[in-house]
């Protein structure tokens, strides 16, 4: 018989349920006093190098209701397109941004807020550039496995209709499922869990 | 900004059938909110292997004593007192340091503090349901709770949750957030749930029960339960010479 590989399988997800409130963001929720605030609120400050923007993450369901349990992680680069991971290999970021937003839907418009600022270009594996982007992660009652998605800017035309990862979609009239429009300073993004509109996820 | 080619160790692939499905019927909230298409693959780029780090300066000193971190001075919440302990691991048995784990939970009587959550058993004035740690060098986590009791919750029209705790972790890498629940052993209420049952194999299930240890039990403080945690591997880890933070 073969040898024993002795890797271990990854602990199964189960659903974050409808009170992931509590445990993520119990201030926004009114559990005051435990955590000073809610990590990932605040991404930015003052000193922040690059262009604010704010990006409005809402999450329907297969019958067109907007989700008001959701809650959405995002990740991204700084302007210079570096991330402030101590895995990033190639400089430090702008120590004055994490990369890093959580928040909570609203609970009446569903609407997850994120003041950030635009992200710079972060290279693909074979040394393409990627266009800007923002990863994002889903979770919810009724979402079983965290969901993976990116978001891309509408004004970054150019950049996205040679990016490595929309180019590879087999289906290219699913594209737009992943570009925010942009209206001022601002960029909504809609996520769709199933339907005609459904969003592009990643197994990655 | 080098100009060569990123360096990127990429995760082992999501074992899908490990995990629940998207669309699990038996759990009907999973009916509308589960992707219909089949997700896309691309190789893990420094999008997805780099994540937020949270040092141990971020805790505070009852963030991990659910028993007394929302209690009024001097009280503490009503329940069985336990300990839950572990480690968070990668794939390859690797201790995850420097971990985020946050955990949330019912009171005693199965009870949430959330504006959605009316069941009947009352609320304990002493108990937020909230706390977090952050894994030494070893990946080891632990806190002091209380256990929490099962409550019913609209699906069918007689289902109850088992006993359980919600934890989410973060690994070094964004691709590698998980949220997932712990339940207790012996509780016969865990193979009757759908959220358990939505999970395939009953080896990945056992996985996510956690063990009564009485050899660590506190005597006359709190019985300790083992519940250790693991999340995607990479190759990076597999190198013993490689540079620190890789
Ligand atoms: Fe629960």
């Not at chain 1, 659903?15 to 992931?20: D, E, H, I, Q, R």
């Not at chain 1, 995002?74 to 937003?101: C, M, V």
């Not at chain 2, 009171?107 to 108990?127: I, M, S, V």
């Amino acid at each position: 018989m073969a040898q024993e590989l002795n890797r271990l399988k990854e602990s199964p997800s189960q659903t974050a349920g409808p009170y992931v409130h509590i445990g993520l963001t119990p201030n926004f929720l009114g559990i005051e006093g435990v955590f000073p605030v809610d990590l990932g609120r605040e991404m930015v400050n003052d000193e922040t190098i690059g262009e604010r923007i704010d990006v409005v993450v809402r999450v329907f369901d297969g019958t067109g209701t907007v989700l008001k349990d959701v809650l959405v992680e995002i990740w991204q680069a700084d302007a210079k397109g570096l991330y402030n991971s101590p895995n990033e290999p190639r400089g430090k970021a702008d120590p004055n941004f994490t990369g890093w937003g959580r928040m909570a839907s609203d609970m009446e418009n569903g609407e997850c807020v994120f003041r950030t600022i635009k992200p710079g270009q972060v290279p693909f594996n074979d040394g393409r550039m990627q266009a800007p982007h923002i990863s994002l992660w889903i979770v919810a009652r009724g979402i079983n496995l965290g969901l993976q998605t990116r978001m891309y800017f509408a004004d970054e035309d150019a950049a996205n209709r040679v990016d490595p990862v929309l180019t590879r979609l087999e289906h290219q009239n699913r594209v737009p499922t992943l570009i925010a429009p942009r209206e001022g300073n601002t960029y909504k993004f809609d996520i769709h869990l199933q339907g005609e509109k459904e969003t592009v996820f990643f197994d990655i | 900004m080098k100009n060569s080619l990123p360096e990127v160790h990429g995760f082992f692939q999501r074992d899908r059938s490990w995990h629940p499905p998207a669309f699990a019927p038996g759990y009907r909230s999973t009916v509308v909110r589960s992707p219909q298409r089949a997700p896309i693959s691309f190789p893990n780029t420094l999008s997805e292997v780099t994540g937020p780090v949270f040092g141990h300066a971020l805790l505070g000193e009852l963030d991990n004593d659910l028993t007394i971190n929302y209690a009024k001075a001097g009280e503490s919440a009503i329940g069985p007192r336990i300990v839950v302990y572990g480690r968070v691991l990668d794939e390859n048995g690797r201790p995850v340091p420097n971990s985020l784990v946050e955990f949330w939970q019912a009171n005693a009587g199965g009870r949430y503090r959330h504006k959605k959550d009316t069941y009947l058993a009352p609320l304990d004035p002493n108990f937020g349901g909230c706390g977090r740690a952050v894994t030494d060098a070893e990946g080891r986590y632990w806190f002091r709770t209380v256990q929490p009791g099962a409550y019913p919750w609209p699906n069918g029209v007689n289902d109850w949750r088992p006993a359980h705790i919600h934890f989410s972790v973060f690994g070094p890498g964004f691709v590698q957030r998980l949220i997932t629940q712990m339940y207790f052993e012996g509780d016969p209420m865990i193979w009757k749930c759908p959220i358990v049952r939505t999970i395939p194999d009953e080896r990945a299930i056992e996985r996510l029960i956690a063990k009564l240890d009485m050899e660590a039990t506190q005597p006359f403080d709190s019985r300790l339960y083992k519940f250790d945690i693991v999340l995607r591997g990479s190759n990076s880890t597999l190198f013993e010479n490689r540079k620190e933070g890789n």
